[in-house]
């Protein structure tokens, strides 16, 4: 997949500059008419004229019950255009109030149906039909998705939404697969484990996927028949709400899962301490995860997954391929804007090919194509919003300022919005901000290494544990990474490769559980035993 | 309950063969669209050019010529099937995609679930309505189940003892061959060909020679929904030709078979002088359904003559023992009897109908032999016994009491509406009675009392039990035999892994931080 991935990110950029694409055309307006050719690093404006987007806004307000509403207190919060900074829609502000008119909702519709009293074949025929009709929906929700995040279109149309319907039939697969165990006991007894769901589930997802984490997290608890709340970052409220409609016209019953817009100290706030969610899941900042955590222990107890931060490493050994090592390394940091959590924010590259690699990769970031993310061939949109913007930049001075060389890049890009060129810092040394903190914007750190002792130890030394890459072509080597970095996934010649099936979490402060994969299943069920005594038994 | 005027039930008593029990079709049963061999993605004469009847059992007469499969025919299907596996697309797609392409073919049933229902009313008497409503239903969710077990196909890695890593791949089988028999053709037809197909195999299926049309049709909706030529191959033929060219193929990896213990002996043998394949077999039974005095008497009535009456009791896990706990023995008789006498026999097109004609002639007089056994060996005919009408294969639903164990028809596998009823006293004399039997398929319990119910279903010597129910299948409930009903399951996870293969991924580990 992410093969598939490069190679077309890889075709685009060597065309980005030649022939029409009917995407494009039957999406948005080109008013210069022709392509324009970008200038790359100059401090032009990256986004002369703004394409807009052929799409429809049709949903701003709350949805619960089965029904789009506004605040109680009547309050919007506007939703931001990151190429211009400008507001796209106007949002009902969800607060404490509303989160809790949702999960009275979701708990309704959990303790009397018929969500979870339906069978599990009708559950995943209801996700099956929704996942057809996000299908029929992909370029609307594509626009709608770069429109209020600034992706790449081609990246939310050809990768994120088919990905999106996959995760949908998967957990449409499970939900007649989740197995209970009859137990051996020691003893005259039957024993059962029922695996039930859980109950209601507060779920918080973040702006850097919108629709990818909303199938991540609503997924597998509704293939385990749960209720959900689920709050959507205030940055990217919009795409969240069209699937859920999509959601209940595919027959979902009203009160499975309610959406609130709204900020993290208040709406998120409230769904972390509410009494009656039975289940937190969130997707975020480490700092936020601690609060989340917190919350949930100060109110009910209710069990908490989290998917953190992360600073994770791109080890590359002097026996890789060293061409295909830097487009992978390119492609694990600046993808999505640097904007993902497993991001290969760390750069180790063996003593031996670390000039070949620095220059190339140097080579490769000043290539890469910065611009109106609905532009075809445009690799790197806006970063999301000006916080962040502005937090990308502070740590670029931060590296030039603890004397890291700065390669390339390390300028806004144009006047407007919230474009960053790709930048490149060679000589970074592990105890620089730049190769501690989480970045999270397009920032690529490249360190030296000698020895496989030495980079282990070194990659391990942070806070963090989402991922990490080894590129290497030695059977031992790529052994004793995998078992040796203490991180959720280990990409061995390859990075990114997300898939339904394949489990992904953190250690250490990156977080706790799993998400997709079977493992994800456990977020959101209880496992009951049940025991009875047997009488005369013909064995045990 | 509507009975027939002129049917079984108003004859009890007399001697003389009732009418004809057939009213004029309500249903336009569809032309034939297929009759030919399914190979490579095409539908193909057979190489001898010769064809077989396939007859509509409500007359007797022929609904259509088949091209009958042999030996050659079967080799190549095999060749194609081979080719797909070795070379083709299917087993190198992603478990999603293979899903997506299954997916679409059971919408593509589902949309046709009219035209394949008929055929297999028409082809094996089997209730119209019923078929259209319950079986092509199932063989569409068969079909999603396992379209969604593709991607969860999962291997483990291992805690090896030294330093190793090592771990397992499930590995699709190869070439699979089925052979499935003519109770249920399009629900034996899921049930192998849809985990087969989640799992990567090629195949080559032979369905019963009574039942041909509906397999041919699904392998026409196959090729419409994508499946690669030569994934799936559908050769109509006879057993000991074709059949035992599947058997004894040197090529094929896996045989799976439903059918009558007789022919899976046969198979097994085959496969072991052969190439020694694994075989699955799901075979016949005698299956005992135990009846506790605690019971509700007619509830269990109800449920005692639908577990034998059912698919006009051609079905492999048929109640055809009844055992009654005294205290209720002869108030459950009586009501048994009176139920009995009330169902309805008559043309599988007739909504009305409860149960149609058996498949062909040769089940036909092996069930009315039987009959006769049972009145030699001195059990009471209390309902039943004869056929119904003079025209086409329907028998009356057949009960007989004072039934002992080692009587033939206690111990044969009838297939047929033929019920045996006997009387227990103690929960240990009904177990041994229940298992006093070659055969080991499903068993079924009444009764309120949980001890009972736990001990008994342990206790049973076969693949499902059933507690105050029967016939609950599922697409997640594995079942297959013990003893002479054969080994292996269809359905459930356990129905996939036996298209798979394990292989153990073993390579030494240098400096692991944990073992």
Redesign the interface.
């Known amino acids: 997949m992410a093969a598939r991935r490069l190679s077309w990110l890889l075709s685009r950029s060597l065309s980005a500059a030649s022939g029409p694409d009917s995407l494009l055309h039957s999406l948005g307006r080109n008013s210069g008419g022709g392509i324009r050719k970008w200038k790359r690093f100059s401090t032009a404006a990256a986004v002369d004229e703004v394409i807009i987007p052929q799409v429809q806004i049709p949903y701003t307000q709350h949805l619960i019950d089965g029904k789009f509403v506004d605040s109680a207190s009547g309050k919007t919060f506007p939703t931001y255009d990151p190429r211009t900074g400008e507001v796209i829609a106007q949002v009902a502000e969800g607060d404490a109030e509303d989160i809790n008119r949702a999960v009275v909702a979701a708990r309704k519709a959990f303790d009397e149906g018929p969500w979870p009293k339906m069978t599990?074949?009708e559950r995943?025929?209801i996700l099956?039909r929704f996942a057809d009709l996000v299908e029929k929906h992909r370029s609307e929700l594509a626009a709608l998705e770069t429109w209020d995040n600034g992706k790449p279109y081609q990246q939310s149309f050809n990768d994120e939404l088919p990905m999106f319907v996959?995760l949908f039939?998967?957990y449409?697969?499970?939900?007649?697969?989740i197995?209970g165990m009859t137990v051996p006991a020691d003893g005259k007894y039957?024993v059962q484990t029922l695996h039930e769901p859980i109950g209601v589930a507060g779920q918080i997802i973040p702006w850097n996927f919108p629709l990818l984490m909303f199938a991540w997290k609503v997924g597998p608890a509704l293939a385990c028949g749960n209720t959900i709340v689920l709050k959507t970052a205030e940055q990217t409220p919009l795409t969240a709400l069209y699937v859920a409609k999509l959601l209940h016209e595919a027959g979902l019953p009203p009160g499975v899962v309610n959406i609130v817009s709204g900020y993290g100290p208040t709406a998120g706030a409230a769904l972390a301490s509410h009494m009656d969610v039975d289940k937190l899941a969130f997707t975020g900042s480490t700092e936020t995860g601690k609060i989340v955590l917190e919350l949930a222990a100060r109110s009910n107890l209710k069990p908490v997954t989290l998917e953190l931060g992360g600073k994770s490493p791109f080890i590359v050994y002097d026996d890789a391929d060293v061409d295909q090592a830097v487009e992978v390394a390119h492609f694990a940091l600046f993808f999505n804007q640097g904007q993902c959590c497993c991001a290969g924010s760390r750069t180790f590259v063996h003593e031996r090919i670390y000039d070949e690699f620095l220059e190339k990769s140097k080579k490769r970031a000043l290539k890469r194509v910065v611009g109106d993310p609905f532009k075809n061939g445009v690799e790197q949109g806006p970063q999301i919003d000006t916080e962040q913007f502005e937090k990308v930049l502070r740590y670029i001075r931060s590296g030039i300022e603890s004397n890291a060389t700065l390669e390339c890049g390390g300028q806004r890009l144009g006047s407007k919005g919230f474009f960053i060129q790709p930048t490149v810092f060679s000589d970074v040394k592990d105890e620089m901000l730049i190769a501690q903190d989480e970045i999270f914007g397009p920032v690529q750190t490249i360190l030296k290494f000698k020895d496989?002792e030495e980079v282990i130890r070194r990659a391990n030394a942070t806070r963090y544990g989402l991922a990490a890459g080894v590129f290497t072509k030695n059977?031992?080597t790529a052994?004793?990474l995998m078992?040796?970095l203490r991180v959720g996934t280990v990409w061995i010649n390859c990075f990114d490769v997300f898939d339904?099936?394949i489990p992904f979490g953190g250690y250490k402060m990156s977080g706790t559980g799993r998400e997709k994969g079977?493992y994800s299943l456990n977020n959101y069920l209880q496992i009951k035993a049940v025991v009875?005594?047997?009488?005369?038994?013909?064995?045990i | 309950m509507t009975s027939l005027s002129n049917g079984h039930a108003a004859n009890d008593s007399s001697p003389s063969p009732s009418p004809s029990p057939l009213p004029p079709p309500p249903f336009k049963i569809p032309p034939i669209k297929f009759t030919k061999l399914f190979i490579n993605g095409q539908f193909v004469p057979s190489l001898s050019g010769k064809e077989f009847e396939t007859v509509d059992p409500r007359t007797g007469e022929v609904i259509v010529k088949i091209s009958e499969g042999r030996k050659e025919d079967i080799d190549v299907a095999v060749n194609a099937a081979r080719e797909a596996f070795d070379n083709g697309p299917w087993p190198r797609m992603s478990g999603?995609e293979r899903?997506?392409i299954m997916?679409k073919w059971a919408d593509l049933i589902e949309e046709n679930a009219e035209e394949v229902a008929a055929l297999d009313a028409i082809d094996a008497g089997k209730l119209f309505h019923l078929v259209k409503v319950l079986d092509i239903p199932a063989v569409a969710?068969a079909i999603?189940?396992y379209?969604?077990?593709?991607?969860?196909i999962?291997g483990e890695v291992l805690k090896a003892s030294r330093e190793f890593?090592a771990y397992t791949l499930m590995e699709p089988i190869g070439v699979v061959g089925h052979i499935i028999p003519w109770n249920f053709p399009s629900t034996m037809f899921a049930a192998k060909v849809s985990p087969s197909l989640a799992a990567g195999c090629t195949m080559v299926l032979k369905p019963a020679e009574q039942t041909p049309l509906s397999a041919l049709f699904y392998a026409h909706l196959a090729k419409q929904a994508g499946i690669p030529d030569g994934v799936l191959n559908v050769v109509p033929g006879f057993g000991p030709t074709a059949g035992a060219a599947i058997s004894s193929h040197m090529d094929i990896d896996k045989v799976s078979f439903t059918g009558s213990t007789d022919v899976g002996r046969a198979i097994m043998h085959a496969a072991a002088s052969s190439n020694l394949k694994p075989v699955s077999l799901e075979l016949g039974g005698k299956s005992p359904l135990l009846i506790f005095d605690d019971a509700d008497v007619d509830k269990a009535a109800d449920l005692a003559l639908l577990g034998i009456l059912f698919n006009k009791g051609e079905i492999c896990v048929a109640s055809s023992r009844v055992f009654v706990q005294e205290g209720i023995y002869d108030e459950f008789e009586k009501k048994l009897v009176e139920k009995a006498k009330a169902w309805v026999v008559g043309d599988p097109f007739d909504p009305k109908s409860q149960q149609g004609p058996q498949v062909d002639k040769n089940q036909f007089e092996k069930i009315l032999s039987y009959i006769e056994i049972g009145k030699q060996e001195g059990a009471t005919l209390l309902t039943g016994g004869k056929r119904v009408g003079n025209k086409g294969y329907y028998i009356e639903p057949t009960i007989f009491s004072n039934v002992k164990e080692d009587m033939r028809i206690a111990q044969d596998e009838i297939f047929g509406p033929v019920l045996a009823l006997m009387k227990f006293r103690s929960i240990e004399e009904a177990?041994k009675g229940a298992n006093n039997s070659r055969y080991g398929l499903a068993a079924g319990i009444v009764t309120k009392n949980?001890?009972t119910a736990?001990?008994v279903s342990?206790?049973i010597r076969a693949g499902i039990v059933w507690i105050n129910c029967y016939f609950a299948f599922g697409?997640?409930i594995p079942y297959g035999g013990y003893k002479q009903s054969g080994f292996g399951r269809d359905f459930g996870?356990e129905g996939l892994h036996k298209y798979l293969q394990v292989k153990s991924v073993v390579?030494?580990?240098?400096?692991?931080?944990?073992l």
């Open positions: 599990a074949y995943c025929r099956l996959r039939h998967y449409a697969g499970w939900a007649d697969k197995h039957h496989t059977v031992h052994n004793t078992r040796a339904a099936a079977i009875e005594p047997l009488k005369n038994p013909a064995w | 999603v899903a997506r997916m969710g999603r189940y379209a969604g077990a593709a991607d969860k999962h890593h177990i949980i001890d736990n001990t342990r206790s697409n997640d996870l390579t030494p580990i240098y400096n692991s931080p944990w």
